[in-house]
């Protein structure tokens, strides 16, 4: 198993003490493309990014057990854990307008990223950061390594983000809301490009989201999140069958093209799913 | 290149609103220069010579074209204190308070830069609370306040420091000027005695001067990091697997040093201008102490050029800052 998560839970201090963001959560990941949905402040991400230890500063992680391939995270020291974050498991974020840093080169910031994990000369690292522009489907390389983030549009940010966390060859890749942020034709290109360097490398990839129809298409299993929990996992071409009453509401209030309805249902929430 | 072109050319109207306002003021001062030249009892006629001699008779706007009729050949008219031409004078004063000025932003940036990154790196740790608590009283306690304190101590009781002045006065004048920096001119000359004894006099004041900068510097540095360490591409650069020193100064240190260039150069001008009470203090020859030893003898003249020279320097050193500001950001290039 590349992932193994046994009742995680994340906890954040607040004035009347300590208050849930993750509760009991248990998942297990291997080659496959797991998608994680659920509506903001579910506790998808935090989930997520328990895998590779980056919560925020004041977050408090516990769980029976957090391991990524056979490694306990929880007892990782600093260098383990450095070893696996952008070495063998990678993560892509929403907006490459803030994702990328503002003041280097794409070049430069996708050559870092390889040199960190194997080393070599920094004229080896921009050859390879090159190629892996090539890869991630931009037709002039040279002139987008010299680009700085800002004079980059959206789609073509965050292909420089999937280069930069492709580098080392990851095994993992962590797609957190990957094309919120992009224009609607930009975001069918982006979620190809993944799903075509995922399955040509073999990896294993969680896609956090909020879209359900996105998600059951482009998957092989969904889990759902509300308040913390996973409410409901399922194989994602039986969401139509999915039972739990939130994922029942979430695909109940989409708008659809060929059974059009009148108005579309608006979500009763039952205080009995917080527990 | 536009926006350049235009920083520069607000350099000259910014500096004539400084003569004009600074002119109109030396002007409306309830001081009569021409009874500090004549005396309190000189005769009416005496007066009257004296008055149409300095030109002060003729209506303002003629005196402000004469005065700017002056500057424009680089006379800014004679002290009365000094009875030097006041151009001469700031030539003599000026490096003194460049040497000043520059050995305390050294220390200040050394110190404070460091400092403001660990702190924020570590905000809310008992570092970050002593660094904040240093850096407060650095900005709170009145400068003359640190220095007298400073004297008193290093030099009347505990005397490990020299006293005020620039240099001891057995080898005043042993020195030939070049820069007019007189560490500086000993170490050119070789007369590594006069070296030492003119840097040992440059400790406490510079001192005191770098402790008010790095507080300011600090403040400013810790506030920049605390913002850029919670960026996105920090989270990023961390998914990368980066180092800890790595993450720090090459992605959140980076991000912000362009604004601290700003931070630096205002700072480094606010030295230049600032250094008037310190100065004061230690009795350093500097264009502060010339400053206020004018402004005390209703010496117009000396008083009008010296705020020239230090306008002159906050207009430079910001539109320096502002040409590095458009080097070094790739998004304002």
Not at chain 1, 149 to 174: C, F, K, N, T, Y
Not at chain 2, 4 to 19: K, Q
Request: with cysteine.
């Amino acid at each position: 198993m590349l992932v193994e998560i046994q009742n995680l839970r994340v906890q954040f201090p607040t004035a009347t003490g300590l208050s849930d963001a993750v509760r009991n959560v248990s998942l297990t990941l291997g080659q496959e493309k797991l998608g994680i949905v659920g509506e903001s402040g579910s506790g998808k991400s935090l989930t997520a990014r328990s895998i590779m230890r980056l919560l925020p500063g004041n977050a408090r992680i516990s769980a029976d057990r957090l391991a990524f391939d056979g490694i306990d995270l929880l007892g990782a020291d600093e260098a383990t854990l450095r070893k696996i974050r952008g070495g063998r498991a990678g993560l892509i974020m929403q907006d490459p307008k803030y994702s990328l840093n503002p003041v280097m080169t794409a070049g430069a910031q996708i050559a870092e990223a390889w040199r960190v994990h194997r080393g070599g000369s920094r004229r080896t690292a921009d050859k390879a950061a090159l190629d892996l522009l090539t890869q991630v489907q931009i037709r002039d390389p040279e002139r987008v390594a010299r680009a700085y983030p800002h004079e980059l549009s959206g789609g073509m940010g965050q292909r420089v983000m999937i280069a930069m966390m492709l580098a080392p060859d990851p095994e993992l890749l962590i797609a957190d809301e990957p094309t919120s942020a992009l224009d609607a034709t930009v975001q069918a290109e982006i979620l190809r490009l993944i799903e075509d360097l995922v399955s040509r490398r073999g990896m294993g990839l969680i896609l956090i989201s909020h879209d359900l129809p996105l998600v059951s298409h482009f998957c092989d299993r969904v889990a759902v999140m509300y308040a913390g929990r996973i409410v409901e996992e399922l194989a994602a071409n039986e969401l139509t069958r999915a039972k739990h009453p939130y994922t029942r509401g979430l695909l109940e209030c989409l708008p659809s093209l060929t059974h059009p309805r009148p108005r579309l249902k608006v979500m009763q929430r039952d205080p009995s799913w917080l527990t | 290149m536009r926006q350049t072109l235009a920083s520069v050319a607000s350099v000259p109207l910014t500096l004539f609103g400084l003569i004009l306002v600074t002119f109109l003021i030396g002007r409306a001062m309830p001081i009569d220069p021409v009874i500090a030249i004549a005396g309190d009892h000189a005769p009416p006629d005496v007066i009257a010579r004296v008055r149409t001699e300095l030109g002060l008779d003729k209506p303002l706007p003629v005196q402000f074209a004469i005065y700017m009729g002056q500057l424009l050949h680089g006379n800014l008219g004679n002290s009365v204190m000094t009875s030097h031409p006041v151009t001469e004078d700031i030539a003599r004063f000026f490096p003194a308070t460049l040497e000043l000025a520059t050995v305390a932003i050294i220390i200040a940036i050394l110190v404070g830069v460091p400092l403001g990154v660990i702190a924020a790196w570590r905000q809310g740790s008992r570092f970050d609370h002593v660094v904040r608590v240093v850096s407060l009283a650095g900005q709170s306690v009145p400068v003359f306040v640190l220095g007298l304190v400073c004297l008193l101590v290093f030099y009347a009781k505990l005397g490990i420091a020299p006293g005020t002045g620039q240099i001891d006065v057995a080898y005043e004048g042993m020195v030939p000027p070049i820069t007019g920096m007189l560490v500086l001119d000993a170490a050119l000359e070789g007369d590594w005695d006069s070296f030492w004894n003119a840097g040992s006099h440059l400790v406490l004041p510079s001192l005191v001067l770098a402790y008010f900068s790095m507080a300011y510097i600090t403040r400013m540095t810790r506030a920049f990091m605390i913002e850029s360490l919670a960026g996105e591409y920090i989270v990023t650069a961390r998914a990368k697997g980066l180092s800890a020193t790595r993450i720090l100064w090459r992605h959140a240190f980076g991000n912000i040093a362009v604004r601290l260039v700003t931070v630096l150069a205002l700072a480094y001008a606010g030295l230049l201008e600032g250094a008037v009470i310190t100065e004061t203090v230690f009795s350093w020859p500097g264009i502060g102490l010339y400053l206020t030893g004018s402004l005390l003898n209703a010496d117009m003249n000396a008083v009008l050029g010296a705020t020239l020279v230090i306008g002159l320097v906050y207009l430079v050193l910001n539109l320096l800052a502002d040409l590095a500001y458009r080097l070094l950001d790739p998004r304002v290039r």
